[in-house]
Structures are given as C-alpha cells and as structure tokens.
C-alpha cells in the first residue's frame, strides 16, 4: 500500500488542489501538473524557529548527501524533464539542486526571509519543487499552458518567446516555469497569504508534492 498522505496542518485554509494543464501540454509532457495550496502568511524576517529547523537540516545534509542528490529518484525525475524542455541542468541547476548548491558554497543554509526558508525545507527534505505567489493577486486557479504571441508579464522588458511554459492564473502569466515572476505576484512581508504550488513532472509521486506543501505551510508558521 502507498503512504498515507501527511494531516492537514491547519494553517492550511484546505487541503491541496490541482492546477489546471493545457492540453497541448498534457500531451506533450505526460505527468506535468500542479498542486496548490493557501497559506495564511506572508514572508518577512524568519522567527528564530524557523532559523533552527534550516541549522538542524544544515548539519544533516554534507558532501556525501550534495554529491549523491541528482541520483535520487525525484531530483533525477526534474533533470530529465529540464532536457526534455531544453534546459542543460548541468548549467542551470533544478531547485534541489541549486539549494544544495547554495548550501555547499555557503557552508550552511543561510536564513533568508520566511518564505524561502521554508521552501528551502520543503524541497531539501522532499526533492519537490515549490513556487509561491502573493495569493491575493491571483485570479482564480493556476495552472500550465504556453505564452501567446507578444505575451508579458510586470518586470520584463520585452515579451515572452512564443510558446514558453508558463505558470498562469485564469487571466495572464504569473511565471516563466522554473525562470522568472511577475513582480506583482511576489510574495512579500506585506502579504497576507501565500500561494504554494508544488511543480510534479513524470516520476515525482503526488504523495511528495503533498508532503512538500505540508512542511512548508507549517514551517512558515513556524
């Protein structure tokens, strides 16, 4: 039998819900989806709490552990679907991977603001990766689909190459998959609630992403 999913922590407005998908999409990269959930906070200075859970997660994660990362099940599952859209993971990291990274240059994993630091967390302990967005300036659902001709978003200074994969609300692009975000949809101390959504691609179980959005709900209430 698979794992049980983690309890709803109750920080959680509901629990987790898919994003939409295009189909053009969907057929060409079987797998690919989302998984959302609603936090009740904002980023800002992370408590001193959350500081020691990244300190604890600092001294169990070495050399061995960076070294060995990319063969694991799911940060492999994220580098072949980085080729597939063609994305060269040996010169722009997966996010597991650019946090190990980070982690082995810095010769810890610094404390940055809240938000990050609970993602950072969540994707060490999981191999998920998560993105967030100010929930409030959503509309509607997220989801997967390609950018339309002359398409933008805040922050850039020219338009979307036709055809790049975006994170989208019902209305405009939020985020370049795994690139760049609206400056309006960022997550601030400012905010009120944060939008987690977990990116699965073909070989990252459901029961991850689940687990992903959990810790990192939790830790940013840390």
């Keep these: 039998m698979p794992p049980a999913a983690p309890e709803l922590p109750p920080e959680w407005e509901s629990a987790p819900e898919p994003g939409w998908v295009a189909p ?121 689909r390609l950018s339309a001709p002359k398409e933008s978003f805040e922050g850039r200074t020219s338009p979307l190459p036709d055809g790049t994969i975006v994170i989208a609300d019902e209305q405009r692009p939020l985020e370049i998959l795994f690139g760049a975000s609206a400056k309006s949809a960022l997550v601030t101390a400012n905010s009120k609630r944060t939008l987690l959504a977990a990116i699965q691609v073909k070989g990252v179980p459901e029961i991850a992403l689940e687990e992903a959005l959990w810790l990192a709900a939790s830790a940013m209430h840390a």
């Design 24 to 144: 053009e999409l969907a057929g060409e990269f079987p797998g690919l989806g989302l998984l959302c959930t609603v936090v009740e906070a904002g980023s800002g200075r992370s408590p001193e709490a959350l500081k020691e859970q990244l300190r604890e997660l600092s001294n169990r994660f070495a050399g061995a552990q960076a070294i060995n990362l990319r063969q694991r099940p799911i940060p492999w599952a994220y580098r072949v679907f980085f080729r597939h859209i063609g994305l060269d993971p040996d010169g722009t990291p997966t996010p597991v991977e650019q946090i190990s990274l980070d982690r082995m240059k810095g010769g810890r994993f610094r404390s940055r603001n809240r938000l990050d630091d609970a993602i950072v967390i969540a994707t060490m302990e999981t191999g998920a990766a998560i993105r967030a967005f100010d929930a409030d300036s959503v509309n509607g659902r997220l989801g997967l």
